[in-house]
């Protein structure tokens, strides 16, 4: 098995360092007690090397400095138990494919049965008269009853102090692996390597200082850092609970300042290479835009505007991240910095995710800049207006990923524009911004971004804030209904529609999938919507049609011939159809709580008050939460950060977002402070040159 993608893992960089880390990255496997075969099964959980084994983190911890008599144990409540097996069998049911085995436990005062169903191969790891540790919760009081505890049989030794009366890690393991002998392994290990351990040389002077926790001012958490080595050994081994946490934070405050370093090493040696195309503008352009534009900007596009001018006329290429939730006018601004590019005499591009974006962006941007004597180019998988090579004259082309295909050329490539970044990887971006001389590059997105993630994932961007709306758009209220309120709510989007509005229908799926007959498809509910809202037109958008049969159905909707859309959430991403005053979303539990504000940015997108209506049967309390927070709020930030907290990040950026950085110990929704403190580090490590040894005497080597 191939290691995996390493990790920020920053165990010894960088003071006296080459046989250090050559010991701490031998194989696992020469290690006492470790032969091939659990090698290969600690290869399995990521474990190649013995650096590998020490940033294992344990999932879980059990104090086994109190145990419970089985007399006192509740129904409901964990808790841990010893006793002796006094009884022990396998019963197969009728048919032999079904099984439970279970071991009596006895510990004087009361007796355990301790229940495993369909693992007949649990009867080969006890016997009778064996003393066995517990922990679990009750299911049953009459007998005590325990299902699938986790277990361990105290065989005594000179290393029962490393499994008993203390706080024991509990680690991820696989199968083959006990867990007693990996917290034996891990032991010994620490024993053996701990002093190898050493400080990175930025943390000689940052483990003395305090970093105050978020959230709590004037507090700090801790007050002062372990030593890696320390830390290190308790996040194995707290002496308490509470050792657990400052170790973590130590051991993620090295990942983050190893990340930013990366990533402030990487824009310097970039602003070192590069030097900026002058494209400040002239004015020529811009001023009779925004004449003809038929409104004024808002005081967030004019500030932003500022920012990215001073770029453009800068000395480095432009590297901008522009953020601002739905609706708040992101577009506009990205047609005045093309409009500066374009000033400057050279070309733009915008790529956009999807073919019904980047054809309303051709729609959009060709209204305004055509009349201005700028050719605008659209380049997609079924539309080209122009051939494989643009034509001179040309001045914005706008597509899709067709712009990155090899047989696509932009001359005197100036600026890229890359909307709803987060829908492409970092390669897909790079790979546009090559087919220029160092172009400037903005990107932006109307999901947003929290702030840890902003600090680590964008942390060699420059950051735009578009936080304030246009004065003209209507409210937005959300409700969250079951699905027996449905029959009211067909009757309400009828009446919409007869009003003259229109409406979004949300599906989570195109098709049945047969291991989840709960939930909805637009295939199987057109025909059910369509009879709901009749006598009105309804159509059917979703990402397995045609791009011709997508730009009609799109094209009906704007012209209203359409009245209702069912759709999927292809819908999410830039559609703009200001008459639509309504969005109803079924399965609503299914989607994250960004995605479901997206589209909501599908609506209230003109002066008219909108409705936004989530239906979900979701027993669980944390869906009914989540769609709760929707309704309490429409701030996107707010949501963000509340989606974080309970999907975590991978959920929130997408499978598509590549690079996204990998944290053993890190937490992207809480540790806001501990990256702030890591980017403060980083920037005297990395420098405006080199940091102060007064400060600093470990960095003076």
Not at 202 to 220: D, I, M, N, Q
Not at 455 to 477: A, M, N, Q
């Amino acid at each position: 098995m191939a290691p995996p993608e390493p990790r920020i893992t920053p165990f010894s960089s960088p003071v006296r360092r080459d046989e250090t880390a050559s010991r701490l990255r031998q194989p696992v496997a020469s290690l006492w007690g470790v032969g091939a075969e659990r090698a290969a099964r600690l290869a399995r959980l990521g474990i190649f090397t013995v650096e590998d084994l020490l940033l294992h983190r344990p999932r879980r911890y059990e104090d086994r400095r109190h145990f419970k008599k089985i007399s006192e144990l509740a129904k409901g409540e964990p808790a841990t138990a010893r006793g002796h097996i006094v009884a022990q069998g396998l019963k197969r049911f009728r048919g032999g494919s079904k099984s439970v085995f279970e071991l009596v436990l006895d510990d004087g005062s009361a007796r355990l049965h301790c229940r495993w169903w369909n693992l007949p191969f649990m009867e080969r790891y006890f016997a009778v008269g064996d003393e066995v540790f517990v922990f679990g919760r009750l299911v049953e009081t009459r007998p005590r009853t325990m299902d699938h505890p986790e277990t361990e049989v105290l065989e005594g030794g000179e290393e029962s102090f490393i499994h008993l009366a203390r706080i024991a890690p509990v680690y991820p393991l696989t199968e083959g692996l006990p867990q007693r002998w990996l917290r034996g392994l891990v032991w010994r290990t620490l024993e053996k390597f701990e002093a190898q351990i050493l400080e990175p040389e930025w943390a000689v002077e940052a483990c003395r200082s305090p970093v105050t926790k978020s959230g709590s001012p004037g507090e700090t958490h801790p007050a002062t850092f372990p030593s890696r080595a320390n830390a290190v050994h308790r996040i194995h081994f707290p002496e308490e609970i509470a050792d657990v946490e400052i170790a973590r934070r130590r051991l993620a405050l090295d990942e983050f300042v190893e990340l930013q370093r990366q990533i402030q090493s990487r824009r310097r040696r970039f602003q070192a290479s590069a030097r900026g195309l002058p494209c400040g503008g002239d004015n020529r352009l811009m001023k009779p835009f925004l004449a003809r534009l038929g409104f004024n900007l808002t005081g967030a596009q004019a500030k932003v505007l500022r920012e990215i001018r001073a770029d453009l006329g800068g000395a480095h290429p432009m590297r901008r991240l522009l953020q601002g939730d739905v609706g708040s006018g992101k577009t506009v601004v990205a047609a005045c910095t093309a409009l500066m590019a374009l000033e400057g005499g050279f070309n733009a591009a915008l790529m956009a995710p999807t073919e019904i974006l980047a054809a309303q962006h051709f729609r959009n941007f060709s209204r305004w800049f055509e009349p201005l004597g700028v050719k605008v180019e659209l380049q997609s998988g079924n539309t080209k207006t122009s051939g494989s090579a643009p034509p001179p004259h040309a001045g914005l082309f706008i597509g899709t990923h067709a712009l990155i295909e090899s047989g696509f050329d932009i001359p005197r490539l100036g600026l890229v524009i890359i909307d709803e970044q987060h829908k492409f990887g970092v390669a897909q971006r790079e790979r546009l911004v090559r087919k220029g001389n160092y172009p400037h590059l903005l990107v932006m997105t109307a999901t947003p971004i929290p702030r840890t993630l902003g600090l680590t994932l964008y942390g060699d961007l420059d950051v735009s804030l578009i936080d304030e709306s246009p004065p003209d758009r209507g409210r937005v209220k959300t409700f969250v209904r079951a699905t027996d309120k449905l029959p009211l709510v067909w009757k309400f989007i009828r009446e919409q529609l007869a009003a003259g509005r229109q409406a979004f229908v949300v599906y989570p799926r195109v098709e049945d999938q047969d291991t989840a007959n709960d939930v909805k498809a637009v295939t199987r509910e057109l025909e059910n919507v369509r009879r709901a809202l009749a006598p009105f037109h309804v159509g059917l958008l979703h990402g397995r049609m045609k791009g011709a049969e997508k730009e009609a159905v799109m094209a009906g909707f704007r012209a209203n011939q359409v009245r209702a859309l069912v759709a999927t959430a292809l819908v999410e991403v830039g559609v703009d159809v200001p008459n639509a005053t309504v969005l109803l979303v079924e399965n609503a539990e299914r989607f994250g709580l960004v995605q479901l504000h997206q589209l909501r940015g599908r609506i209230g997108r003109a002066a008219r008050e909108s409705f936004c209506i989530l239906i979900s049967d979701a027993k669980n309390e944390e869906a009914r939460r989540r769609l709760k927070i929707l309704e309490e709020t429409t701030d996107g930030f707010k949501i963000a950060e509340a989606d974080l907290k309970l999907r975590g990040p991978g959920e929130l950026l997408g499978r598509l977002q590549s690079g996204a950085p990998k944290f053993r110990f890190g937490n992207l929704a809480e540790d806001l402070d501990l990256i702030r403190r890591a980017r403060e580090l980083a920037t005297q490590v990395v420098g405006d040159g080199a940091p102060s040894s007064a400060a600093h005497p470990a960095l003076k080597k």
